[in-house]
């Protein structure tokens, strides 16, 4: 392979973005192909690359006892462009990393198009890469166009398994009643840029959230066809799903009261809170957290409006859905993420099986790097596994074991980092403990897991 040859990456999303930016960085010439605005998808709603769909926030930024929070800190030291993005367009957030949207897509675009080995072409791959592209990366996400994901499934021999993303509901914020609500973190804790009052906080009482969880059960919901009916991604559940698993499943989930004190009532203990969380810089709009729907337009801004301190709510944006797909990795890809059918090609991002915004960056980050390795003709191994870089390839090429239960069916689903996919970690009680205390034995574990992490990162970055 010529190093004179670009690198053909399909798709302008977070993945395809971050591909494009490493193996740019590292001297390779690159192609980037993104099919919107000439053809769209039902979820995106501009032309920008690195379009955030779903939600604004890129979930913790604790290094040391998060796993995402690790992944943000290796792809920082591995010169990620999302993460600079990110970085330079965050929104108070608790201990979050939350971004404003446009900004941060506005960023990504910007430094993309301005880069000089980068040129970015505006149109659909229709099938697959033209036998020509000898080194290819195909980042197109949940939302791959129907063409190309045929071609795929047809040269993998894998069916599809689809699943479907629920969007949150996103409210004005002059329209919340905040003689109701009122700002306060979980436990006051200040994240990135925030304060510990970064999160609006609606309360409820037993009957008020009965009530609600009753409407969200007999609500109308979008109609599927039969080739649509397909399992949720458990990380991912729209809210009416979680109310029919159980009347206490939304408190115990994304309504959880606890850490938060009503400050009109701080001896009154509310049964449910509802949270929204900053979504743009000026702080007009907020976003629902965890109120991913599936309900019908018409119902869902009468369903929300029972929520104390919305009863006047105006929604910017009303929930949605779209359809994913994704292949079975620990199958069709091999340890360095090349298609086993055919290795010129490789894939990164939520195609692969990974999900999140970060998780899927991350994928792009490798995968790039490892193109740009092929085109200089020199041998590169993946992150190790003790990385959350190298724990996310690990589990997507050969971690996952096949279920039992499925009757044949694909049993792999999308996964979030977590510190269950990074390998064993001793750690040693403190001199003179008896015993370990409380979570001290966990906290340990995390720290020396994120320590590992950041030093055996130190090498491959």
Known sequence: ?????????????????????????????????????????????????????????????????????????????????????????????????????????????????????????????????????????????????????????????????????????????????????????????????????????????????????????????????????????DGCLPIEVMAERGVETLRHGPMKPVGLTNPRSPSVKSYAIVQLRQDNALGTLWNMVGFQTKMRYGIQAEVFRMIPGLENAQFARLGGLHRNTFLNSPKVLGPDLKLKADPRIRFAGQVTGVEGYVESAAIGLITGRLAAADARGEPMATPPETTALGALVAHITGGHIEAEGYSGARSFQPMNVNFGLFPEVSVVKPEGAGRWRGNDRTIAKRKAITTRALEDLAAWA
């Open 1 to 233: 392979m010529s190093q004179s040859e670009p690198i053909h990456i399909i798709g302008g999303g977070l993945a395809g973005s971050e591909a494009a930016w490493q193996a740019a960085e590292a001297g390779s010439k690159v192609i980037l192909h993104e099919m919107r605005p000439v053809r769209g998808t039902d979820a995106h709603q501009t032309d920008s690359l690195a379009e955030l769909v779903c939600s604004n926030s890129f979930r913790s930024d604790d290094a040391e006892q998060n796993a995402v929070g690790l992944l943000h800190e290796e792809m920082r030291r591995c010169g990620s462009l999302i993460m600079r993005a990110a970085d330079q367009h965050k929104l108070p957030a608790g201990g979050a990393l939350a971004v404003d949207r446009h900004g941060f897509s506005a960023e990504v675009t910007r430094l993309i198009e301005n880069h000089p080995n980068i040129a970015i072409a505006r149109e659909e791959v229709p099938g697959l890469p033209p036998p020509e592209w000898r080194n290819v990366i195909i980042a197109t996400g949940p939302l791959t166009s129907p063409a190309l994901a045929d071609a795929i499934l047809s040269l993998t021999g894998e069916d599809s398994l689809a699943f479907f993303d629920a969007i949150a509901p996103i409210v004005h914020f002059d329209s919340i009643d905040m003689d109701i609500a009122w700002k306060q973190s979980r436990y006051d804790k200040v994240g990135p840029g925030g304060t510990g009052a970064d999160y609006i906080n609606c309360p409820m009482d037993k009957e008020q959230y009965l009530a609600f969880v009753e409407a969200l059960k007999t609500a109308p919901l979008h109609e599927f066809k039969d080739w649509e009916k397909v399992p949720y991604f």
